[in-house]
């Protein structure tokens, strides 16, 4: 149950200062389901919903596009068809390719085309087509869509002239209001009066002044009211006015909206103006004060000087929920949110998550990224805020990651490098989970150590004691629980005292951080060590090596181990530079930096470091789509088995028909790969990194949704002549699509991937 929804209105911003219990009187008493895009609407009626249960739009078509043309009307306007969660950003980049813009769009352009035609909105384009949804509709929400209309009008007349076919009438800074009309209109104004502008030109003019509102300690804000009244308003209230717009035709007047901002220690100002001028409105859209705006405008408008109220659990961190307290909704931070990406939930990215703390409720663990919090335009420490947070649960979220003992060849060269370098102090080499996501970067540092010769940075020593098998408390402190993350710390710290040893290395930025944070001590990341031989243009430092200070040519945050997350799917993201961290090497399909140390280890051989597993993630991925299409005729016939045995009977008997055809298809795709059937047989003579390998790549790929092959395999069985007819009332079902689901995951099974690969390689 969410308690709290914020968006980008005043409304929003003055909650921090009302208990949040007093809007429960506002809450509905059955659960809604809702549609949210990017909280980034001016209305605030977000604030009344409670019991809600959150369904996201699309942000493309099936083919990829934030916007297609559906309909040419005549030269000049045309119908697009956009998905309900693209933005106008997004929107407009792709209708300019044709020549269109939106009739009528919102002067800020990060929040989402259907938030915008579902609250009615205006804006740019407001002269001539008022608001979207009056006596004439401009745009119209179908489900997941919205049709939206186009102009095509590439170039504008710029005038200070006022005339009735005007496209948009924009009020600047400085208080001038400049009409924008198509060029073909040039005779109803005098060539003296006129300028010419390009349309492009103009929007990112507009959106750049809009942007103005923008910074820290100040709130956003619009008023709509007559244009009569604009000029009564603009001076009886003080603020930093950006910019605003004329609203014209489809309106049930003439109106004037202003865009400003003011410092949010006014707010009370703000709610004082408004309960004394009922005729404005802070918001762009058409729709009248409801009861709880009218509370909190009666709440906050005596209040001399507003203080944020925090919650009890929270008071130990007063500075963290004061800076989160600082956003505004602007949505910038969600391009580059991960946990937003995944789940396209926008309360899982920072202005969702920042505006259930109101309650008190648990913060959900975040990955840590560092992206949003850069992208902040008002500096709010997002990671920094959201590893604080969670500390203070009455609950943690129970979070585990693999971390299993190293090979005997490892160990075998810990024995050696322990021989060698007799005469140098011991460090401890924590392995954690690069046993399971990066056993070749073990393998390429400890190689890295044996042949330094002892030539190390100044205090750094290449003899090592291996602590294998165990975590290093990442998991616990992510998810708020920093008790049990301490006495993993702990354990490191004393083996460390236990054996004498100098310092603690780390491969993992994730462990080092959590040490350093925890111990009283400060260990060593394994790459500070190598990072001189390394070429840093290529090299990846994700969220957790930012925070240790790390810079790379690239920063994409992997989220950290998990291949799920709050219901969303990652999707497999294959790169070609040089990661650090265990967790990107293995969700990223890269090599490590450690990795490309890999020597001949005595007594066993050389271990390639050319093994692809990009390639072979691709391959196999092709493989389980055309397998399953494959497969289709013969599952159709064993349909019949549902009715027999049970949908898992029919499960059991088709997975093995489709695991036939994975492993025929997966052979031939490999047999055509010569790069891959060389680097096979290289890796094949070490059978436990081989093994490894193969395990954590159909762990990746198990994770992946097949869902538009699931679709066709349902639509190719439903053709089938092998289908009994009375069959397909199931395999139109849903539950059938489940089982179909099901199979296309248990087909993916390191036994038959690494015998393809091996008799593939060897053919």
């Not at 300019?96 to 085309?113: H, N, R, S, W």
């Not at 745009?139 to 590439?154: G, I, R, S």
């Not at 349309?199 to 923008?214: P, S």
């Not at 092998?722 to 036994?751: G, H, Q, T």
Request: aromatic residues 10%.
């Amino acid at each position: 149950m969410i308690n709290v929804i914020l968006d980008a209105s005043v409304f929003s911003r003055a909650a921090k200062y009302i208990d949040p219990n007093d809007f429960k009187k506002f809450y509905p008493k059955e659960e809604m389901e809702i549609t949210l895009g990017r909280l980034t609407s001016m209305n605030g009626t977000l604030l009344k919903l409670n019991n809600v249960k959150v369904r996201s739009s699309p942000e493309r078509t099936s083919d990829g596009k934030a916007a297609k043309i559906i309909e040419q009307v005549n030269n000049v306007y045309a119908k697009f068809q956009v998905p309900a969660g693209a933005t106008f950003s997004d929107v407009i980049a792709e209708t300019e390719k044709e020549g269109f813009y939106p009739a009528l769009f919102p002067m800020y352009l990060e929040g989402t085309v259907g938030g915008f035609v579902a609250t009615n909105g205006s804006g740019f384009g407001s002269y001539r087509f008022g608001f979207v949804n009056f006596k004439k509709p401009v745009h119209v929400l179908e489900n997941d869509n919205v049709k939206m209309l186009a102009v095509k009008y590439n170039e504008l007349l710029e005038s200070k002239t006022e005339i009735p076919y005007a496209w948009s009438g924009i009020i600047y800074e400085d208080g001038t209001t400049l009409y924008y009309s198509p060029v073909y209109y040039s005779s109803l104004i005098p060539e003296q009066n006129r300028g010419n502008i390009d349309t492009g030109d103009l929007i990112k003019k507009i959106n750049q002044q809009t942007k103005k509102v923008i910074k820290r300690d100040y709130i956003p804000v619009i008023l709509r009211t007559s244009l009569d009244n604009l000029p009564r308003i603009k001076s009886s209230f003080n603020m930093d006015y950006a910019c605003g717009y004329v609203i014209n035709h489809n309106s049930p007047s003439k109106q004037g909206v202003l865009i400003g901002s003011i410092e949010e220690s006014r707010i009370s100002d703000l709610m004082t103006f408004l309960k004394s001028n009922v005729e404005v409105y802070p918001w762009p859209s058409l729709l009248e004060y409801e009861e709880i705006h009218k509370f909190i405008i009666d709440k906050l408008r005596n209040l001399k000087k507003p203080e944020v109220k925090i919650p009890k659990r929270f008071t130990r961190a007063r500075n963290e929920y004061i800076d989160s307290m600082k956003c505004i909704n602007c949505g910038i931070c969600l391009n580059s949110c991960l946990s937003f990406k995944i789940t396209k939930n926008p309360l899982y990215s920072p202005p969702g998550r920042f505006g259930r703390i109101l309650t008190e409720r648990d913060a959900d663990f975040c990955f840590g990224c560092k992206e949003c919090e850069e992208s902040c335009p008002v500096g709010i420490q997002i990671s920094s805020i959201m590893e604080v947070l969670p500390k203070f649960n009455e609950t943690y979220e129970k979070l585990s990651v693999d971390t299993p003992k190293a090979n005997l060849d490892i160990k075998q060269m810990v024995m050696e490098l322990d021989s060698k370098y007799r005469n140098k102090p011991v460090f401890l080499l924590v392995s954690g989970c690069a046993t399971k996501y990066d056993p070749l970067g073990l393998k390429g540092f400890l190689g890295f150590l044996y042949s330094s010769n002892g030539n190390l940075p100044p205090g750094m020593s290449p003899r090592v004691n291996l602590i294998d098998g165990e975590c290093c408390g990442f998991p616990e402190y992510i998810s708020g629980n920093e008790e049990e993350a301490r006495k993993y710390v702990m354990r490191i710290k004393e083996i460390k005292e236990q054996v004498g040893a100098q310092g603690v290395y780390f491969l993992c930025p994730e462990g080092l951080y959590v040490y350093n944070k925890l111990s009283e001590d400060k260990g060593i990341l394994a790459y500070d060590i190598l990072k001189a031989n390394v070429n840093q243009e290529e090299v990846h430092a994700g969220c957790w090596a930012k925070k240790l200070g790390i810079t790379g040519s690239q920063g994409e945050c992997a989220g950290v181990w998990a291949m799920s997350y709050k219901g969303g799917t990652f999707p497999i993201t294959v790169k070609n530079y040089s990661t650090i961290c265990p967790f990107s090497t293995w969700k990223f399909g890269t090599a490590s930096v450690y990795s490309k140390f890999v020597i001949k280890d005595i007594g066993t051989q050389q271990t390639s470091n050319s093994f692809n597993d990009t390639n072979l993630v691709e391959i196999i991925i092709e493989s389980v789509k055309r397998s399953l299409l494959d497969a289709a005729d013969e599952i159709a016939g064993k349909v019949y088995f549902w009715k027999s045995g049970g949908s898992q009977y029919f499960i059991l008997i088709s997975s093995s028909i489709a695991k036939k055809y994975f492993y025929k298809a997966l052979f031939e795709n490999i047999t055509k790969n010569q790069q891959l059937k060389e680097s096979t047989k290289e890796i094949i003579v070490n059978k436990t990194l081989f093994n490894d390998k193969i395990k954590s790549i159909s762990e990746i790929i198990s994770h992946q949704s097949f869902d538009d092959a699931i679709i066709n395999l349902q639509q190719k069985i439903l053709q089938s002549p092998n289908l009994e007819y009375s069959m397909k009332d199931v395999v139109n079902s849903n539950d059938f699509l489940n089982a179909l689901n099901r199979i296309s995951k248990l087909i993916i099974n390191p036994s038959i991937i690494s015998d393809a690969l091996v008799e593939a390689a060897y053919l």
